[in-house]
């Protein structure tokens, strides 16, 4: 496999084992973050798509059970409202009544500890090692982050980027020096997170005007179950 | 039903429009579960596995892009890669039976595609199985097993009874001719 007259190594060829998911995982993720910045790349990755989506032509089509449109109806909407949520009870007024006891019962049964949360990505850098710690929830969309390397000269901002599959990055927002900051991620994006790439660049202050990545990519990780 | 009208469809959905969802599971369900029986050849698997897709569809429609790649393509890649990870998973708890059983697939009842499946560009499907053709026949059968079964190197290796470099230089010369041949 070294021999490079021996081996195509072109990107094209590169794209296509990467859409049949041919690639180590190491490979994988090399390409997912070249994927990030080159438009190029996620262009062959889309043409690759459109030809072998056609060799599942071979499948003839046939219908599903009609019992499972009702089964995903319910887990994609989710049970009916409770009661006092539909009457649309003020918050408040259930909190007030609550709040003494679950004070007490936080206490007592130790839920203020925080949870650790289930996924985690370790952002590096080839040359200053771990630059940021990454936790995600993907039930409740939660992000903790810290930068911890790499920090920001004056009047530029390190910003962290999702990338799910070949898709363009997604901003989840700025990272504090030394601080742990937190994200919320949108309903949309908290499947498939596991794999998924996280990445830092280096922006102006106050974030990408453009709102995909401007600067250089400084640090990149993916997401893995902790 | 057209690209185009799955187009708008897939956009509703990233909105979070139920009944736009409703409507692309009529229209796209019997593909995608096609598509599943295949890869999976397991019924009860597949059934799993079609939920699990078009949960994946609501909550990631978003992450389709109007123009891209064409939206039957959008669906077919998810169905087909969540598969794939579910075949792969499979087979690394249990390799001693990776061969599933073919015949239960083919007695299956199937239906005709009608217009609302004939959904991929005629001129693609056309492109893409003139080029494998003119591939030899292991060389095709290789790609098709590595889109359609999750082949990975090794197993590939092993089916075709070559070392792992020599398999991978084999196959990365055919996607590179498959590639010459697709572009001409």
Redesign the interface.
């Known amino acids: 496999m070294s021999d490079p007259t021996d081996t195509p190594d072109d990107d094209s060829v590169l794209a296509a084992e990467y859409v049949l998911g041919l690639l180590s995982e190491a490979e994988e993720d090399a390409f997912a973050r070249r994927l990030f910045l080159e438009a190029e790349l996620r262009w062959l990755c889309d043409g690759w798509s459109e030809y072998f989506a056609a060799l599942a032509d071979e499948a003839a089509p046939v219908t599903p059970p009609a019992a499972l449109w009702p089964a995903i109806e319910k887990r994609v909407y989710g049970p009916p409202m409770p009661v006092w949520r539909r009457l649309n009870l003020g918050t408040a007024v259930i909190g007030t009544a609550l709040a003494a006891g679950l004070a007490f019962a936080a206490l007592r049964f130790g839920w203020l500890l925080p949870e650790p949360l289930p996924l985690t990505a370790e952002l590096t850098s080839e040359t200053a090692g771990e630059v940021a710690r990454i936790a995600l929830d993907p039930e409740s969309g939660s992000v903790t982050a810290e930068l911890v390397g790499l920090f920001p000269e004056p009047g530029r901002a390190r910003e962290l980027w999702l990338i799910q599959g070949d898709n363009p990055p997604v901003s989840l927002g700025l990272l504090a020096p030394g601080t742990v900051v937190a994200f919320e991620l949108p309903e949309t994006l908290r499947a498939a997170l596991e794999g998924a790439v996280l990445a830092i660049s280096d922006e102006p202050a106050g974030g990408s005007p453009t709102g995909q990545p401007t600067g250089a990519v400084l640090a990149a990780g993916s997401v893995t179950a902790s | 039903m057209t690209a185009q009208d799955l187009d708008a469809l897939l956009t509703r959905v990233?909105m979070a429009d139920?009944k736009a969802?409703?409507a692309l599971?009529s229209a796209t369900?019997?593909?995608l579960?096609?598509?599943c029986?295949?890869?999976l050849k397991d019924r009860a698997m597949a059934?799993d596995a079609?939920?699990d897709i078009?949960?994946?569809i609501?909550?990631?429609?978003?992450?389709y892009?109007s123009g891209?790649?064409?939206p039957?393509?959008w669906l077919?890649?998810v169905?087909?890669?969540h598969a794939?990870d579910l075949l792969r998973k499979r087979r690394t708890a249990a390799t001693d039976n990776a061969e599933g059983d073919e015949t239960r697939i083919d007695r299956?009842?199937?239906?005709e595609?009608g217009p609302a499946?004939q959904l991929?560009q005629k001129d693609?499907?056309a492109?893409?199985?003139a080029c494998l053709d003119e591939l030899a026949d292991e060389k095709a059968e290789a790609?098709?097993q590595?889109?359609?079964y999750?082949a990975?190197?090794a197993e590939l290796a092993a089916h075709f009874a070559v070392p792992l470099?020599t398999m991978?230089?084999w196959?990365?010369?055919s996607?590179?001719a498959?590639?010459t041949c697709?572009s001409r």
């Open positions: 990233s139920r969802f409703a599971y369900s019997a593909k579960f096609g598509i029986l295949r890869i059934e079609l939920q078009y949960v994946k609501w909550k990631r429609a978003d992450a892009q891209r790649v064409q039957m393509t077919i890649t169905a087909r890669n794939i299956l009842e199937t239906h595609p499946e991929l693609t499907r492109q893409i199985s790609v098709r590595a889109y359609l999750g990975t190197y470099n991978r230089t196959l990365r010369r996607l590179q498959l590639r697709l």
